[in-house]
């Protein structure tokens, strides 16, 4: 098996690790992937672990122009999670393709651009940028807490969340679309299934959980927008629920809703293999690792590990075999 279908300048490697898996056409070397916005463009991180090891990165948020991020204290840690208000600090998609790509692309594991944006216009824009590129996939980042216009906005009613995810969807012609979708969402299988509908190829999720902390020695909110997004072990459990819900929710038997069991990449609070493998159990045909990196740098080469020790130890021969979901009417 080659990932020659990821690499439109042709430089096909082989994919043979016993943890590989194929999500949208895309194939991965296994089911380990870096979050988005906790990796940098990759290379930051080549001192520290074996990037070439991971299954796939996704780039920090891009969006169509440059952004300065938000102002105050950015990052406030919790009991047992981390706060952030980040508010999408990028150079623009100009500036990665030119600059971050060639780096980013040559380090081996499967590209992922974070894509996000303030309407459903400068969405596509910045899409269309994208699918010229050697980029192997768009995460369309419609689950941001941390921008006032745009962002988790859009992802938090159906109707947006498809508006955006088919504006994307036309202007793409190369690149599979996976849609990263917000815990936020008062129905977040609605809008799972309006993504879907709109055009998306697979769903991330979780995105980070709206909270907020006040310092009581200043009287005032930590952060400047108020509100933060939660992240970490606090936020694994309900991650794990959604993803075992939204599995469900997508294989309504037909008539009921428009379901199309697409691949789902769990994240939330993974720290560790035991953590990926309750995901990837859960019905998850990967694993994105966000903020456990920030305090442990090898936490997804551990991960990758892992998953193979206890693949073997049971004789399987691919991740798909770890799911415990049955399907029921589509096979
Ligand atoms: C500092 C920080 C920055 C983030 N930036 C982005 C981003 O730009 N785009 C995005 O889709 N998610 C972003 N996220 C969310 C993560 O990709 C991930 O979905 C979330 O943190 C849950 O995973 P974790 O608990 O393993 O960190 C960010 C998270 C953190 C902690």
């Known amino acids: 098996m080659t990932n020659k279908k990821n690499r439109p300048d042709g430089a096909a490697e082989p994919v043979n690790t016993v943890s590989a898996v194929t999500i949208a056409g895309v194939r991965f070397r296994n089911p380990v992937i870096a979050a988005s916005g906790t990796f940098g463009y990759g290379s930051e991180y080549a ?4 990037v070439s090891r991971l299954g796939g ?7 169509l ?21 980040i508010g999408l600090e990028n150079p623009g998609i100009a500036a990665f393709i030119e600059r971050e790509l060639p780096r980013l692309r040559g380090l081996g594991p499967v590209v992922i651009a974070n894509l996000s944006g303030s309407s459903a216009d400068e969405y596509s824009d910045g899409a269309r ?19 006032k216009a745009g962002g988790m906005m859009f992802g938090l009613d159906p109707g947006t969340a498809a508006l955006v995810t088919g504006a994307v969807r036309d202007a793409l012609r190369h690149k599979p ?7 936020n969402a008062p129905d977040i299988a609605a809008v799972a299934r309006a993504c879907v509908s709109a055009g998306a190829d697979a769903l991330s999720l979780v995105n980070t959980f709206k909270a907020m902390a006040i310092d009581i020695h200043a ?14 072990p606090a936020i694994r459990p309900i991650a794990l629920r959604m993803v075992w819900e939204l599995w469900e929710a997508l294989r309504t038997p037909p008539g009921k809703a428009p379901a199309r069991p697409v691949p789902i990449v769990g994240a939330g609070g993974i720290a560790g293999a035991e953590d990926a493998l309750e995901f990837l159990m859960a019905g998850a045909s990967a694993v994105q690792t966000g903020s456990a990196t920030f305090s442990h740098p090898q936490t ?3 991960i990758i590990d892992g998953i193979e020790e206890h693949m073997a130890k049971r004789g399987l021969s691919n991740p798909e075999e770890l799911s415990i979901r049955k399907t029921a009417w589509y096979a």
């Open 47 to 50: 001192d520290l672990l074996d």
């Open 57 to 63: 990165i996704c780039t920090k948020g891009l969006t």
């Open 65 to 85: 122009n440059p952004r300065a991020g938000n102002s105050g204290r950015r990052i406030h840690e919790t009991p047992s999670g981390l706060m952030n208000s």
């Open 129 to 147: 940028l994208l699918d010229g590129t050697s980029v192997d996939m768009i995460e369309l980042n419609i689950s941001c807490p941390n921008v």
């Open 177 to 183: 679309l996976m849609v990263k979708l917000s815990p």
């Open 219 to 232: 009287g005032k909110p930590v952060f400047d927008n108020i509100t933060a997004g939660l992240s970490g």
């Open 300 to 302: 997804m080469i551990e």
